[in-house]
């Protein structure tokens, strides 16, 4: 009985959302429940790669879907290129908790995407009709919460850390947020990690700046006198000396990256205060950046338009579990915490599988969590 009981109110919620959003012009169309894993491994994440369900069948590795977005993006790809759609799904989804042995590896999932739009509008569409869904589903105490993938990376990069230094830096969030660990426990991660990559990287000749092969050059010169040193070749102690020195460069650049996510992921606050927090980041002269910040303030003036929200708060780090967001991120967070559902702009996805470059943005509720809450709410 308790299994039929759950199913119908799945089933009674699924169908509320879907009659309400569909209201807003967002037709249902069918996904299918196993793609060739190509569409989601492309952009994501390390966490949700090693939960994904994947198999092998007829030389084609496939995998159950852990998410809608990227199948809706290779469906528009195949048949709707160049269009301007919004659809709506609703199904199941499949992923395993290696650390919840009593996880259940279904979940049911409800969303939409909007595809083709280009400009702010599409995202305050996007984000009111999740505020307004959720007020359906009778859902007492949350707020809609707004962070920026897109900003967060382009001030990050002002500090020249390559890619892989950057997600090791930003794996660190939840550290930085943490009274108890912060921003030396984060550094020590990092240079732990770091120093592993180090010695297990294959020495190279190839280096980013002329100036730094002239130094090879003069520390081969200097050493012309001795050919090998404790069973290292001159050569080897020279490129060792300089991937030291780089190393301590660098040293320089990640604790200032550190000094600013530590400040960054700490600013969680409603809208006038947190946009004065996060202007503070942005130098007068970095017109990306102020793009980036008045865009977004757009975005959410236009939100509270659609739905006379006062419940919005401002998190710039605020995180999605997959890598393909570019630009404002957004979910919805219950007032014990859990977020039941999320979303955000994908402006990439579609031309990494293959499409052009086409603006998107969309968002999942999780209705398990959300029936969980509902039931405590």
């Known amino acids: 009985m308790v299994a039929l009981s759950m199913a119908y109110r799945i089933r009674h919620l699924e169908n509320r959302l879907l009659d309400f959003i569909a209201q807003?012009?967002?037709?249902?169309?069918?996904?299918?429940?196993?793609?060739?894993?190509?569409?989601f491994l492309t952009r994501a994440g390390d966490k949700i790669i090693d939960r994904m369900f994947t198999f092998e069948h007829r030389g084609r590795l496939l995998a159950l879907r852990p998410e809608f977005t990227?199948?809706?993006?290779?469906?528009?790809?195949?048949?709707?290129?160049?269009?301007t759609v919004r659809w709506q799904f609703a199904g199941v989804t499949f992923a395993d908790d290696a650390d919840n042995t009593t996880a259940n590896f279904q979940q049911h999932s409800i969303g939409v995407e909007h595809i083709g739009q280009a400009g702010n509008a599409a995202e305050a569409e996007v984000m009111a009709l999740l505020a307004e869904s959720t007020r359906k589903t009778g859902l007492q105490q949350w707020h809609l919460v707004s962070g920026h993938v897109g900003l967060q990376s382009h001030l990050l990069g002002r500090f020249g850390?390559?890619?892989?230094?950057?997600?090791?830096?930003?794996?660190?969030?939840?550290?930085?947020?943490?009274?108890?660990?912060?921003?030396?426990?984060?550094?020590?991660?990092?240079?732990?990690?770091?120093?592993?990559?180090?010695?297990?990287?294959?020495?190279?000749?190839?280096f980013s700046t002329d100036g730094t092969q002239r130094m090879l050059d003069v520390l081969l010169d200097s050493t012309q006198y001795g050919t090998t040193m404790g069973g290292r070749t001159r050569k080897e102690i020279a490129l060792r000396v300089l991937q030291?020195?780089?190393?301590?460069?660098?040293?320089?650049?990640?604790?200032?990256?550190?000094?600013?996510?530590?400040?960054?992921?700490?600013i969680r606050a409603e809208i006038p205060s947190a946009f004065e927090q996060i202007a503070r980041f942005i130098e007068s002269d970095d017109i990306v950046g102020q793009n980036l910040l008045t865009e977004w303030r757009q975005t959410i003036e236009q939100v509270q338009q659609k739905t006379?929200?006062?419940?919005?708060?401002?998190?710039?780090?605020?995180?999605?579990?997959?890598?393909?967001?570019?630009?404002?991120?957004?979910?919805?967070?219950?007032s014990s915490g859990e977020y039941v559902a999320g979303g955000g702009r994908y402006d990439e996805l579609i031309g990494l599988l293959g499409g052009q470059k086409t603006p998107a943005a969309g968002f999942a509720f999780y209705l398990n969590r959300l029936l969980k809450e509902l039931a405590e709410d």
């Open 161 to 206: 850390l390559d890619s892989r230094t950057a997600r090791l830096l930003l794996a660190q969030r939840e550290i930085l947020t943490n009274p108890d660990q912060g921003k030396a426990h984060a550094l020590e991660q990092i240079n732990r990690v770091l120093a592993q990559i180090s010695e297990e990287t294959p020495l190279t000749e190839t």
């Open 70 to 83: 990227a199948a809706a993006a290779r469906h528009y790809n195949a048949h709707y290129a160049g269009q």
């Open 24 to 39: 807003s012009g967002y037709d249902l169309i069918e996904i299918p429940m196993i793609e060739s894993a190509d569409v």
């Open 244 to 266: 030291k020195r780089q190393r301590a460069l660098e040293h320089h650049q990640i604790v200032a990256a550190v000094d600013f996510l530590e400040a960054w992921v700490n």
């Open 308 to 334: 006379a929200a006062d419940n919005i708060l401002i998190q710039p780090n605020l995180a999605r579990n997959w890598e393909y967001y570019t630009g404002i991120v957004f979910g919805i967070r219950a």
